[in-house]
């Protein structure tokens, strides 16, 4: 499998890649020529703050092939931290960008996840887009499906007996990465990507914030306008606090190895 550029920073519990979006397609792609599988995580703030306090998450996380930066913070402290993270790389959009690909290389995609009948209206949106572009199938897992095994079971199976080769996973974390597990095992040469709310906002059930705020690292508060209720808590009172320690961190990480640096260059090392 050819190279995705070999920087990696730590960020929390977590390695991030230092790749554009263009390069997880193309990396996805050459993959399916070689008939190789693999799953990404898009790590945001959350993602990193719960891997961060919680040993099994980070382990989960690092099953995977390709792990982006999704969220301006963990781009912002994989600079600090001295590694270029070149851009952010977000699940909604790698939901268009991996759709778009698998069109080129004729290839199927699954989505799984979302309110009745959301991932049907997502695929109708992705094949407008992407003329030729096959649906293997969708589904929306009742919620809570993931505490009976017998559901779970039969989840996997309506994704196995498919056979895609792209699955679009919007369940949220981990529950999503978790059941990513399972699917890997029956489904070696799929691809998998866990999007959190993307097969939504591709339904268009809700937008994302302009591009504006999307650099300036403020979507965040795009999406707590939209849904005050269900995220203000994660983002005010346990997200917000962990980005700037997380910032801090990256920081220290920067000092520590500039003075390692400098101490080795004085002694002739």
Not at 15 to 32: F, K, N, P
Not at 174 to 193: C, G, N, V
Not at 214 to 228: D, F, I, S, V, Y
Request: charged share 25%; proline share 7%; aromatic share 6%.
């Amino acid at each position: 499998m050819p190279d995705i550029p070999q920087p990696r920073v730590r960020v929390g519990a977590v390695d991030v890649w230092s790749v554009h979006e263009s390069g997880v397609a193309d990396h996805v792609a050459e993959a399916w020529r070689r008939a190789e599988g693999g799953a990404i995580v898009t790590a945001n703030v959350d993602i990193v703050r719960a891997a961060t306090r919680r040993p099994e998450l980070a382990a989960l996380i690092a099953e995977s092939e390709l792990v982006v930066a999704d969220g301006m913070p963990v781009v912002w402290a994989g600079r600090l931290a001295g590694v270029p993270l070149p851009e952010r790389v977000t699940g909604s959009s790698l939901v268009f960008t991996l759709a778009e690909a698998a069109a080129r290389a004729d290839r199927s995609i699954y989505l799984l996840g979302g309110d009745p009948g959301v991932p049907e209206k997502a695929a109708d949106v992705l094949r407008a887009r992407y003329p030729g572009l096959r649906v293997a199938g969708t589904d929306s897992p009742p919620f809570g499906f993931d505490a009976s095994a017998d559901a779970t079971a039969e989840t996997v199976a309506k994704v196995v007996q498919a056979k895609p080769d792209l699955v679009l996973v919007g369940l949220g974390f981990p529950k999503q990465e978790r059941l990513i597990r399972l699917l890997r095992t029956q489904l070696p040469q799929a691809w998998f990507l866990g999007c959190g709310a993307g097969i939504p906002m591709a339904a268009g059930e809700f937008r994302r914030a302009s591009g504006v705020v999307q650099k300036l690292g403020a979507e965040w508060l795009h999406r707590l306008a939209l849904e005050p209720r269900r995220l203000a808590k994660r983002y005010l009172r346990d997200d917000l606090p962990f980005a700037f320690l997380l910032l801090g961190g990256a920081l220290r990480t920067r000092f520590r190895r500039s003075t390692a640096d400098g101490v080795g260059t004085q002694t002739g090392e």
